[in-house]
């Protein structure tokens, strides 16, 4: 059983920078595309990115497209995601998910087996 715990959240300005990190056991994350999301209050779980298990390839929301940044290292078992230039949309907790298998619509949450707990990001001048 792949277990997901995501770290690094916290309350920052408009313009700050944020790295979250998601460490993984249980399991090798090589063997997973990642993906991150997030979800504010009363919205729905949204899309944030992704990025294949051979860390190749990443793809992003239109929201945070040029903003975040997806990594991995999977001899470390760790995802990251660096936020630059966050807004006050930006706010949410955000989640980081597990897909053993190819899936064309990585978008959904329902295509991702394992998730963390998530971690508060808070963007507030």
């Known amino acids: 059983q792949l277990q997901l715990i995501e770290s690094g959240g916290g309350l920052v300005q408009p313009g700050d920078s944020l790295r979250l990190s998601c460490a993984a056991s249980?399991?090798?994350?090589?063997?997973?595309?990642m993906a991150w999301f997030r979800q504010a209050p009363g919205t729905k779980r949204e899309f944030v990115g992704r990025?294949?298990?051979?860390?190749?390839?990443?793809y992003y929301a239109d929201s945070v497209k040029g903003r975040f940044t997806i990594s991995r290292d999977n001899a470390k078992n760790m995802v990251y995601l660096q936020m630059n230039s966050l807004r006050p949309d930006d706010t949410a907790v955000y989640y980081c998910?597990?897909?053993?298998?190819?899936?064309?619509?990585?978008?959904?949450?329902?295509?991702?087996?394992?998730w963390g707990q998530g971690t508060q990001v808070t963007v507030s001048s």
């Open positions: 998910a597990a897909d053993a298998y190819y899936s064309g619509s990585y978008v959904y949450p329902n295509n991702y087996q394992y």
């Open positions: 249980g399991g090798a994350l090589s063997t997973y595309d």
């Open positions: 990025v294949m298990r051979n860390g190749e390839s990443s």
